[in-house]
């Protein structure tokens, strides 16, 4: 099949993408393209081709991930939808210029629940963008003025080591625990700038035994690594939330780190949550990874392996 298809950004990369993925031959001259291979697969590769070259400058190059999901949808039989369900959902631009936008139907449901819920609970494996996602949202509150601050929490659960071995007083401790934190918000904000903020108490970064007590006006709060929080803990942290406040709870259920008989607040949260208007609870797997491609593969190893065992 041979069909006109208009240079666009990033077209050699696609071409080669398509090839692999939908084990099609692609022969490209000029605005021509023919493509070789199965009906279907043919057919699939032409109408992806076709929606590409139309989409807008704000989405070309397009982003490897949403290309990879709209090819999955293209050999399931059904339409790329993904390409479209893209357009517009930028959550917020970085001091590079960069836009942070959701990459998979996974990522963008949780953004739109993040849109539309006062509480947001994001369950699902390392590397789908729970936090990053969370904390670009919080910037973007925060630069339209919705809200006042923003405060990340994480519990302080040691995962085969001990704290007192590490040196220095509780606070040098515990910051490795919330480096994780700085991360996501060194890769959106300029370091000054990020430390700036936390200077001026518009970031404040706390381990979770330090929120008892706190009642939170006017903030975007997270709470990442929830899976490590107790029940008691749980409750006590979404009691936290003063007027005007959001919280995100970001968590992965298979990485608990709690001492061996000791509940996750997490796991059974939703059991005692769903259904209440204003919270949300959106589940994110690997399909929905955005790391290295072989992070996805390894996730879901993990998943097929600890699959087995349980029916075992």
């Known amino acids: 099949m041979s069909i006109k298809v208009p240079p666009f950004p990033g077209q050699d990369r696609v071409l080669e993408e398509l090839e692999r993925g939908l084990s099609v031959q692609i022969l490209h001259r ?41 090819m999955e949808e293209v050999r399931r039989g059904g339409p ?8 517009g959902l930028v959550v917020y631009q970085t001091a590079k210029g960069r836009q942070v936008r959701p990459h998979t139907k996974g990522q963008r449901d949780y953004v739109r629940a993040l849109t539309a819920s006062d509480v947001t609970f ?47 007083d509780i606070m040098e401790k515990v910051e490795p625990y919330l480096r994780p934190l700085y991360d996501a918000f060194f890769d959106l904000l300029s370091p000054d700038k990020f430390m700036r903020l936390l200077d001026r108490k518009v970031i404040e970064i706390v381990p979770l035994a330090y929120m008892r007590g706190r009642t ?68 994110l797997s690997a399909a929905d990874v955005v790391r290295h491609p072989i992070v996805q593969k390894i996730v879901r190893a993990y998943e097929d392996h600890e699959g087995k065992g349980r029916e075992a």
């Open 30 to 70: 000029g605005d021509s393209v023919t493509i070789r291979g199965g009906e279907e697969a043919i057919r699939g590769a032409a109408e992806l081709l076709s929606r590409i070259s139309a989409l807008g400058d704000d989405l070309l190059p397009l982003d490897p991930h949403v290309l990879r999901e709209a």
């Open 80 to 87: 790329p939808s993904s390409l479209e369900d893209a357009r």
């Open 216 to 283: 939170l006006n006017d903030s975007f709060i997270i709470l990442d690594e929830a899976q490590n929080t107790t029940p008691e803990q749980m409750k006590m942290f979404l009691t936290r939330m003063g007027m005007g406040s959001r919280a995100v709870i970001t968590g992965d259920v298979t990485q608990v780190d709690l001492p061996q008989g000791r509940e996750s607040g997490l796991a059974g949260v939703e059991a005692i949550l769903g259904g209440i208007e204003g919270i949300s609870f959106v589940r």
């Open 122 to 168: 994001a369950i699902g494996p390392a590397g789908t963008g729970k936090t990053y996602l969370a904390a670009a949202f919080a910037l973007s509150m925060l630069k339209r003025g919705a809200i006042n601050r923003i405060v990340l929490v994480r519990p302080v659960v040691e995962a085969g080591e001990r704290l007192g071995f590490l040196p220095g």
